[in-house]
């Protein structure tokens, strides 16, 4: 392995104050429009949460930070989202580059399928990694961050599909956190998952805010209010109010943020 | 009155699935029974290991490995053509491939494996091997090399078109893992669609064999019908198959023991793509528990 390359993914370590921002971002997918022009500005190492009903464009804009919209069919964007005051839709932005600045857990777990030790290690890997002492000490402080290295360190190289949804999710986590990114994008990471499992992922978010900025679409209010920092509403592609989470769940502004909470719609 | 349709529909049903098992018990019935005449006069041990195949000559020898080495010699150019193209098409197409152009070429392509073999075989003869002439002085005008390359051409459907299938079918979640972590497309496509499509691409090359191993017309065409222990792709070589259609075509006197050569190389035919065919299921079965 080159040295260089080791040195860079540890530097991309080091805690960086990123700050996410979005300005008057317009999003469409063929004719339908998306997202309607948002602007925000989130806050470094904090968790901040987007909810509203579904279909509101919340996942959408997730996806903007890491630019995953990129392969959909149709899709067409305007406006700026600037990461540390650069705007990731420039043309010399490497995005791959990005995406490992940027990580993202999905509503689904998505292991691949390969050995959990595999998983942990793909993405430093496909950076060159090779040097198996590095790997072995990065997977196993990245399995132990989500709280799963005590379940599964004898089976590092049984198949990740073995293992349960909760335990899956928890990996995916982990994966993400082994090329150490600065920001961590979650869609909806526990809608798939039981109760138990579910209070584990917030545990751990909860514990990840120190080192990293963290979004997360949510469909669970409780969830929102339980680990969040503060929370955005969306609601038909608009950013209808963005406040502190407790303002936002004790006393909204908008009507709308009212109703959505409260449960009288969504 | 309606039970009595539908214990006509019932039986009718039953008896086209017995009239396929019956053909295929009678196939390899025959094959056998003809087979075990042929080796009572002939020793299955010369069979196996004499080295020259002359059944029509004054002076008989009846190895199966100069037919046998000629089989594998095409099917191995056909196969070392095919797999890199085929997955190549494969992966760029559901990789990297606009879905609109994915869903014109792949039609397109399947084509290839609708032409005419003999056509195919003509191709070979008429231009392949002049092409490749001009490259490689000495070689005969029947060769394997040319009937392989032309082999490969006819099978790069059935790799791309079921290589795309497994790797198309791979869920989605899994490419947008990939990206997610910073995997380039090409990464995507080779740390992370291939292996996880890995069983039906196995499967695609092994339906893509035994198609080589058992294609008559190309071979017979364009390789020369000379049985001859070699692996030089130059010079002529005669297939099991192309062996098959000579006998068969010719005027070789039924019930004679040249003509049971025929089974005896049959059976021989039967028994790699017997083969070929339950690796094949043995590994699509394992495929689906993986992902039920």
């Known amino acids: ?266 | 009155m309606r039970k009595l349709k539908e214990l006509v529909i019932e039986r009718s049903l039953l008896l086209s699935a017995l009239i396929t098992i019956a053909v295929t018990v009678g196939i390899v019935l025959v094959l056998s029974i003809e087979a075990v005449n042929f080796f009572s006069e002939v020793s299955i041990i010369d069979f196996i290991t004499d080295p020259e195949w002359t059944p029509l000559f004054s002076d008989k020898h009846f190895g199966i490995l100069p037919l046998l080495s000629g089989t594998l010699l095409t099917s191995f150019i056909a196969i070392a053509f095919a797999v890199p193209v085929g997955l190549s098409i494969s992966i760029y197409l559901s990789e990297y491939a606009p879905k609109s152009f994915r869903r014109t070429i792949k039609p397109l392509l399947e084509l290839l494996a609708a032409v005419p073999t003999v056509v195919y075989g003509f191709f070979a003869l008429m231009v392949v091997t002049p092409f490749l002439q001009s490259f490689i002085p000495g070689m005969s005008s029947f060769n394997s090399l040319s009937a392989g390359l032309v082999m490969g051409i006819m099978i790069i459907p059935y790799i791309s078109s079921l290589s795309e299938d497994a790797l198309h079918a791979v869920p989605n979640s899994l490419r947008e893992a990939a990206y997610g972590m910073g995997s380039t497309r090409l990464q995507n496509s080779f740390r992370v669609m291939v292996p996880a499509a890995s069983s039906g691409i196995i499967v695609s090359i092994i339906l893509a064999i035994s198609r080589a191993i058992g294609e008559t017309m190309i071979v017979a065409i364009a390789a020369g019908q000379q049985p001859r222990l070699t692996f030089d792709p130059t010079v002529p070589v005669e297939t099991i198959t192309a062996y098959i259609v000579q006998v068969s075509l010719g005027d070789v006197q039924h019930d004679s023991l040249e003509y049971k050569t025929i089974f005896a190389a049959g059976i021989t035919l039967f028994v790699f793509t017997f083969l070929l065919n339950t690796i094949s299921y043995r590994i699509r079965k394992k495929f689906q528990e993986k992902y039920e």
């Open chain 1, 1 to 266: 392995m080159s040295k260089d390359k080791k040195e860079s993914v540890i530097e991309s370590s080091i805690k960086r104050k990123y700050k996410l921002q979005a300005n008057d971002v317009k999003v469409w997918y063929g004719d339908f429009m998306a997202i309607k022009g948002i602007s925000m500005d989130i806050k470094p190492n904090k968790v901040t949460a987007f909810i509203g009903p579904s279909g509101c464009g919340k996942s959408t804009f997730l996806r903007l930070f890491n630019r995953m919209n990129d392969y959909v069919d149709g899709f067409k964007m305007e406006g700026e989202i600037n990461i540390d005051g650069s705007n990731i839709n420039d043309k010399d932005i490497n995005v791959e580059l990005l995406r490992k600045q940027v990580g993202m857990v999905f509503q689904k777990p998505n292991p691949f399928p390969k050995s959990i030790f595999e998983n942990v290690a793909y993405g430093l890997k496909i950076q060159g990694l090779k040097d198996k002492a590095f790997l072995e000490e990065r997977v196993e402080s990245s399995l132990k961050q989500v709280a799963l290295w005590n379940e599964v360190k004898d089976d590092l190289n049984k198949s990740a599909l073995a293992l349960s949804g909760g335990q899956q999710q928890r990996l995916c986590i982990a994966r993400t956190l082994a090329v150490e990114p600065s920001i961590i994008l979650m869609d909806e990471p526990t809608s798939a998952l039981d109760p138990i499992s579910t209070a584990k992922i917030e545990e751990l978010i909860y514990k990840l805010k120190d080192k990293y900025t963290i979004v997360i679409v949510t469909h669970n209010m409780q969830q929102a209010s339980r680990i969040s920092d503060n929370t955005a509403f969306f609601y038909l592609g608009e950013l209808i109010e963005y406040d502190k989470t407790n303002k936002i769940f004790t006393n909204p502004e908008k009507e709308q943020t009212e109703n959505y909470i409260t449960g009288r719609f969504g």
